[in-house]
């Protein structure tokens, strides 16, 4: 046969075989990500000799990226439908032609496991063999967010349990308890946690094998193996590791068969001294159609509970946050707003203020309070309390133990007059009335009063540490 007629159906068996891959791969990762990463990427040529396949991308930066994130992935789904591909090189497109192009979704897709994996290798292309799983080691961040550390988690009272225990599950000596349970309503902190745990471990055991995925995921990969007759590898696999880590486990339900799987595996992991960590939203009691062996092997370490973060926890997080901005100024009553505000959880809080912070940028406008309430609207609308004037004018009268009616009295007095601006001051705060209705609940008075009680109350909070301390109790008391 013509040498250049066996390169041609040998370029487009490649393409097929890419086909198949790339659509695995939209399913697993999402369109987004796919789109924007996996899809640019175009086959090289394939050495027979080495077992080499090189794949390109357009730029240095994605090509780095896509190494640095999806190299285990792409070398396991090649090794799956190529047995006799041994690494593949990812690195800049040198101008070579285009191979014939084959539509995704034309032929189905191979499955392969999202097990983390990577031997590392130069910046301008990474060499990953598909032969040393499980025999050498992986030490990768793939599937690991590298922003989510233990250096970047800002701890209170409400989650440092749940940290200290994250902690110890990643030092050099062996836990005191395994596995280890992150209980936490959505946005809290337990994923971050998780990568964190990663993170940490892969910095005190350098060759250390890890998992980590959903609960959901390992339901689909383990449906997949299942399917494929691929059972005995997927164990292996499975069972290599010495960090699992399984996030949302929630999720695992129904599908008694790949529950009995995770708990073999649980079994098998702990009897070999390798750590374990869960993270779900509720209690493992709590869990929906879940064995009961499973758990109770779930409930056998440590169950660490994080709890809703405090308004002193929210405002630090809102800190830590600040230095990314510079020399942007964020003012402080701002920061106060949103952590009183955005409440409902940290990711939320976070989001809001990444939100702000661009829309001052694009638009060249200065970050204030009232930019925060015009533009994050939807935020704060779904976290606000509905608070009422009547609530707050309740609560400051008993707290300061002066009578109802002096919040509406013609009355100079200092003794009734503080309260009453105190109260105005927490109805804006706490609560969407504009300065004019504010007025009409305390006796009728005329907006600007309003506005310099405020204006006065802030001022003495920063001043008056007494005052400050009145303001924080009065804001928890009506918050909780």
């Not at 349970?181 to 005190?204: D, R, W």
């Not at 499975?238 to 079994?267: N, P, S």
Request: glycine share 6%; with cysteine.
């Amino acid at each position: 046969m013509d040498d250049n007629v066996a390169d041609d159906i040998e370029a487009v068996n490649l393409a097929a075989d890419w086909a198949d891959i790339s659509q695995g791969l939209r399913k697993d990762l999402g369109h987004q990500l796919h789109s924007q990463w996996i899809k640019p990427i175009q086959v090289g040529s394939f050495c027979n000799d080495t077992g080499t396949l090189d794949l390109f991308l357009p730029t240095e930066f994605s090509a780095n990226w896509v190494a640095d994130r999806f190299a285990d992935r792409l070398s396991l789904a090649w090794k799956i439908a190529r047995a006799e591909v041994k690494h593949v090189r990812i690195s800049v497109h040198p101008g070579r032609r285009q191979l014939p192009e084959l539509r995704v979704g034309e032929s189905p897709s191979q499955s392969f496991g999202a097990f983390a994996a990577n031997d590392g290798g130069a910046m301008g292309g990474v060499a990953l063999s598909a032969d040393t799983l499980g025999a050498q080691g992986f030490t990768s961040s793939i599937g690991l967010d590298p922003s989510l550390t233990f250096t970047a988690f800002v701890t209170g009272k409400s989650n440092i349990l749940a940290f200290n225990a994250a902690e110890r599950m990643a030092k050099v000596e062996t836990p005191q308890f395994s596995p280890l349970y992150l209980k936490a309503a959505t946005g809290q902190g337990k994923t971050h946690l998780m990568h964190a745990i990663g993170h940490a471990y892969l910095a005190t055991h350098p060759r250390a094998r890890i998992f980590y995925c959903s609960a959901e995921r390992f339901m689909v990969e383990f449906v997949q193996a299942l399917r494929q007759n691929e059972m005995i590898e997927f164990k292996a696999r499975l069972r290599a590791f010495d960090l699992l880590l399984v996030d949302d486990i929630q999720f695992i339900i129904g599908k008694a068969a790949a529950q009995e799987e995770l708990l073999y595996t649980i079994d098998a992991l702990l009897a070999e001294g390798k750590r374990l960590v869960f993270a779900a939203d509720r209690a493992p009691q709590a869990l929906d159609g879940v064995e009961q062996r499973l758990l109770s092997r779930l409930s056998m370490g440590l169950v660490a509970d994080i709890q809703p973060a405090d308004i002193d926890l929210r405002r630090s997080i809102l800190e830590s946050k600040l230095g990314r901005f510079a020399p942007l100024e964020v003012p402080g009553d701002v920061i106060e707003f949103l952590a009183r505000t955005i409440n409902r959880n940290i990711r939320e809080l976070v989001g809001g203020l990444n939100k702000l912070i661009a829309y001052a940028q694009l638009t060249g406008q200065e970050v204030s309070l009232q930019l925060a309430e015009e533009q994050l609207t939807d935020i704060l609308s779904a976290n606000r309390k509905r608070i009422t004037i009547d609530e707050i004018q309740r609560t400051v009268c008993q707290f300061y133990r002066v009578d109802r009616s002096e919040m509406s009295s013609k009355r100079r007095a200092r003794a009734v007059v503080r309260p009453r601006q105190v109260a105005m001051y927490l109805a804006k705060v706490l609560t969407p009335r504009s300065y004019p209705e504010i007025g009409r609940k305390f006796g009728g008075r005329d907006h600007s009063t309003v506005i310099h009680a405020v204006r006065l109350i802030e001022d003495l909070r920063q001043r008056d540490s007494d005052m400050d301390g009145d303001v924080r109790s009065l804001l928890r008391q009506l918050e909780s």
